[in-house]
Each structure stands twice: as structure tokens, then as C-alpha cells.
């Protein structure tokens, strides 16, 4: 075998992997979206753009991902730091912290379901307190807001430990002599995250926020559980026009739209978090 072959054929199976799985329906897709009896045809992208579920749908979904990805990417920060430090039970503690990684996402929206609905905990604790007299319908129609606030609440509960053990290996590469030569200079705590901690996590901060924001474009089941149709996003109007509606079309140029947005994304974290050249560890 020729050594220059070696690293090609290494990569073979990973690209076949993504021609397959990725390239392959990709085509298929972008053909349902863009195709029709007559060929090349925009009407599929009409037909979703002027439907009014549309822009509700696309503007949760924004909102959704703008709310979520930051306080996520704070509270990971915060508990990747925690267990950073810690010297005794730092095992124990990112156990704790990474359970909701062993639950769907159905699941997930199940258990706040059970806090948020009528019989749920929120009630029977508002009512053990005296707060209230009868139960109250906190996920509504009338209560928008209020559906999404526990949309944000389970995502946030679930979510976050994706990104805090991608950060904590993170973390756990920055020598500590850095932090050292920092301290010696007169660094602060809070300078040397500035300084040392946040510089040396880019490479980490980069994958988890690409993985993140990705999911939370498409976020489905736990807006399902606990706002049914009340609350539009696009991977939700996905699944009624593929399943509800039965028009793979349209369903195809919702498909678009998701993944176009969430190559904007990702191209925006390449382009901001981007490690330079001679930087290293």
C-alpha cells in the first residue's frame, strides 16, 4: 500500500458515511422543494412562504434560539468551570449535572408537562401556598408566553450539559501554567477568564454552540408536549405538512429553509470563533 494512499482511504469510509446519509437525501430534498410535473418551480417555496403559519413559526423558532443559546452558553460556562475546580466529588458532581443528557427530548417535555398542566406540580404548590384557589391553565392559548417560558425552561434543563462537557474537556486542555503567569501579573480572577480562559476555549466554545444552535433550529418534541400547535416552530410545521397536510413539497422547503438558516449559523461561528493560525495549546 502506497503511504500516500493511506490517509485517503482512512477517509473513505466517513465519506461514503456522508454521501449517503447526508449528500444523498440532501438532493432528494432540494428536488421535492425546487421540482414539479413541470420541472424547475418555486411555487412549493410560495406555498410555504405565504401560508400564515409561516412567519409565526419562523419567528418563534428565532426568538427560541436567540433566548436558549446564550443563557445556555452561560450556565455551561458557569457549571464547566465548577467542575474544573473541584478537587474532591468532581466525578459525582458532572454525573449530576449530565442526567438530563440520558433523556429525550419527548421525555424531557413530559416531566415539565407534569409541572406546567392543571393537575401539575406548579398548581399543587400554588395551592398548598395559598396562592391560588382553583388550578390555573398555564399553557393556554391565551398564555403564549407563558408555553414558551417552559419551552425555554425544559430546553435549558436539558440542553445545557451538551455543552458543559464539551467545554469541560475544554477546559481541562488549557495548561495551567497559563493561569500561573497570569496570576503572577497581577490577573484577577475575572481577567483570567477574560484573558486566558475564554481565548484558549475557542476551539470548544466554536463545537458546542455549532451543535447547539443546531439543534435548537430544530427543536420539535418538547414544543410538541408542552404547546401542542399553539406555539409554531419550523421543524413543527415540518411534520404537519409532511404528516397532517400529506404535501412532501412544502414539507421539503420548510426542510430548506431549516437547513439554510443553520448554515448561516455555522458559518458565523467558523467566521467569529475562528482559532487563528499558529495559535495552538
Do not use: C
Amino acid at each position: 500500500m502506497q503511504p500516500k494512499a493511506l490517509p485517503y482511504l482512512l477517509l473513505l469510509p466517513a465519506t461514503l458515511f456522508l454521501l449517503v446519509f447526508f449528500v444523498y437525501p440532501f438532493i432528494q430534498i432540494a428536488l421535492l422543494a425546487f421540482t414539479g410535473p413541470e420541472g424547475f418551480t418555486l411555487q412549493h417555496i410560495q406555498t410555504m412562504a405565504s401560508n400564515w403559519k409561516f412567519q409565526p413559526a419562523l419567528g418563534w423558532t428565532m426568538l427560541l434560539v436567540v433566548v436558549v443559546v446564550p443563557l445556555q452558553l452561560a450556565m455551561s460556562l458557569s457549571m464547566a468551570s465548577i467542575v474544573t475546580k473541584l478537587n474532591k466529588g468532581r466525578s459525582t458532581i458532572l454525573y449530576i449535572f449530565s442526567i438530563p443528557l440520558g433523556l429525550s427530548d419527548l421525555a424531557a417535555g413530559i416531566i415539565w408537562l407534569a409541572i406546567f398542566e392543571q393537575s401539575g406540580f406548579l398548581n399543587s404548590m400554588l395551592a398548598g401556598l395559598g396562592v391560588i384557589d382553583q388550578p390555573v391553565l398555564f399553557l393556554g392559548y391565551q398564555n403564549i408566553w407563558v408555553i414558551f417560558i417552559a419551552i425555554v425552561l425544559a430546553e435549558l434543563w436539558r440542553a445545557t450539559a451538551i455543552m458543559m462537557v464539551i467545554l469541560v474537556s475544554g477546559l481541562g486542555l488549557i495548561p495551567k501554567e497559563y493561569y500561573e503567569a497570569a496570576e503572577v501579573f497581577g490577573a484577577g480572577p475575572w481577567k483570567r477568564f477574560i484573558k486566558v480562559t475564554l481565548p484558549m476555549l475557542r476551539p470548544s466554545l466554536q463545537t458546542a454552540l455549532i451543535l447547539r444552535t443546531l439543534a435548537a433550529f430544530e427543536v420539535f418534541a418538547v414544543v410538541t408536549a408542552l404547546g401542542g400547535t399553539t406555539l409554531p416552530v419550523l421543524m413543527g410545521e415540518t411534520y404537519n405538512w409532511q404528516f397532517t397536510l400529506q404535501d412532501r413539497n412544502v414539507a421539503a422547503a420548510y426542510a430548506m429553509v431549516i437547513l439554510a438558516i443553520s448554515v448561516v449559523a455555522t458559518l458565523f461561528y467558523l467566521r467569529v470563533l475562528r482559532t487563528p493560525k499558529g495559535a495552538s495549546l
